[in-house]
C-alpha cells in the first residue's frame, strides 16, 4: 500500500506554530485556576521578553492587582522566574498541549483548567476521554458542582461534545458510567464566538440608529409630555403636606371634636374613590370630603 505524502507547495504545519507545550509535572503543586491560566499563559509567551502584569491582565483578562498577586505565589513556588520565564524543574520531561487560540475564548478559570485537564487525559488518536466528575474535582482541586458547571461551559462553547454511558455489571444490572468526551477542534469554537460577537455588533448598530432616527423625530415634531395636561386639571389646588392630610384621620380616630385646620379645601370626588390632594376615602353614600369629615 503505498504511502501518501503531503502535495508539493503544501507546508506541513507545525505544531508549534498553532500549540503551546505545559509540563505535565504543573498538576502536581495543585494550583489555583487563576494561577494556572497565568502560567499557561507564560508558558504561550515563553520565547517573548518580559512580560509586565498589564500585558498579562490583557491577555489572560484579569485585573493588574489579580495578576500580580498570583505572580508572587508562583514565584514562591519557585515555578516562574523573576523575569516570568516559566522555571519549573522536574525529571519527568513530558508534557500536553494546549492551542493558541484558547485566550482568545475567555474562558473562566475554572473552564480553562477543566479543559486543560482533558487535553492533558486524551485519546491522541481518537480525541477521547471519559474521567468521572469526582476524577476531574480531585485532579484540578475544584468543587464537583463547579467541575460540572465547567463542563457545561466548555459544552456551550463548543469545545468539547459529551455522551452518557452505561454498563453491566456480573449481575447484569445496568449501571449509568461516565461521560465520554470528545475534543472538538478549537478553530469551530473561535469562528463561533466571532459570529456571536459580529451578531451582537449588528444589533447594537440597530438599536443605535433606532435612537437616532426617533431623535431625529422628536425634534421635527416636538410635543408635550401626555400626562401634563392630566396632571394640570387633577391636581387644581396645592397638594397639602402629610402631616395636614394625617391629622383629620387622628381627630377622627380618637373622636375628638376640635375645631379642625381649614387651609385644605374640601375635595369633590364621587363615592367610593381615594382622593390623592388630602389621602381620604370616600364612603359609598359621601361624595363632598372634607378634612375628616364626611357629607351624608
Same mark, same amino acid.
Given at each position: ?54 500585558? @498579562? *491582565? ?7 492587582? +489579580?495578576?500580580? =498577586?498570583?505572580?508572587?505565589? !508562583?514565584?514562591?513556588?519557585? %515555578? ?55 476524577? @476531574? *474535582? ?7 458542582? +463547579?467541575?460540572? =458547571?465547567?463542563?457545561?461551559? !466548555?459544552?456551550?462553547?463548543? %469545545? ?137
Amino acid at each position: 500500500m503505498r504511502r501518501r505524502s503531503t502535495p508539493i507547495g503544501w507546508p506541513r504545519r507545525d505544531p508549534r506554530h498553532y500549540r503551546f507545550a505545559i509540563p505535565n509535572a504543573v498538576w502536581e503543586y495543585q494550583l489555583r485556576p487563576a494561577e494556572f491560566v497565568i502560567f499557561s499563559y507564560l508558558c504561550y509567551h515563553r520565547p517573548s521578553g518580559t512580560l509586565t502584569p498589564e500585558v @498579562i *491582565a490583557t491577555g489572560v483578562h484579569m485585573t493588574a492587582g +489579580t495578576v500580580k =498577586k498570583y505572580l508572587d505565589s !508562583l514565584i514562591a513556588k519557585k %515555578l516562574i522566574g523573576e523575569d516570568g520565564t516559566p522555571a519549573l524543574k522536574s525529571k519527568d520531561k513530558k508534557f500536553f498541549t494546549l492551542p493558541n487560540e484558547v485566550f482568545l475564548l475567555r474562558l473562566s478559570p475554572s473552564a480553562f483548567v477543566v479543559y486543560a485537564y482533558l487535553l492533558l487525559i486524551e485519546d491522541r488518536r481518537t480525541h477521547t476521554c471519559h474521567p468521572s466528575y469526582n476524577t @476531574i *474535582a480531585a485532579t484540578t482541586g475544584l468543587a464537583k458542582n +463547579t467541575a460540572m =458547571k465547567s463542563v457545561s461551559t !466548555l459544552l456551550e462553547m463548543g %469545545l468539547i461534545a459529551v455522551e452518557s454511558s452505561s454498563y453491566f455489571d456480573k449481575c447484569g444490572m445496568k449501571w449509568k458510567g461516565n461521560n465520554l468526551y470528545t475534543i472538538l477542534p478549537v478553530r469551530a469554537a473561535v469562528d463561533a464566538l466571532h459570529r456571536r460577537q459580529l451578531r451582537q455588533l449588528e444589533l447594537d448598530a440597530e438599536r443605535r440608529r433606532t435612537l437616532q432616527k426617533q431623535k431625529k423625530y422628536n425634534n421635527r415634531h416636538p410635543r408635550a409630555a401626555p400626562c401634563a395636561t392630566a396632571v394640570a386639571e387633577a391636581t387644581p389646588w396645592p397638594i397639602p403636606t402629610v402631616q395636614a392630610a394625617v391629622r383629620p384621620l387622628n381627630a377622627s380616630v380618637q373622636g375628638g371634636d376640635k375645631e379642625q385646620d381649614k387651609s385644605v379645601p374640601p375635595c369633590w370626588r364621587p363615592a367610593g374613590h381615594f382622593c390623592p390632594q388630602c389621602g381620604q376615602f370616600s364612603g359609598v353614600r359621601g361624595d363632598l370630603i372634607s378634612e375628616g369629615k364626611k357629607s351624608v
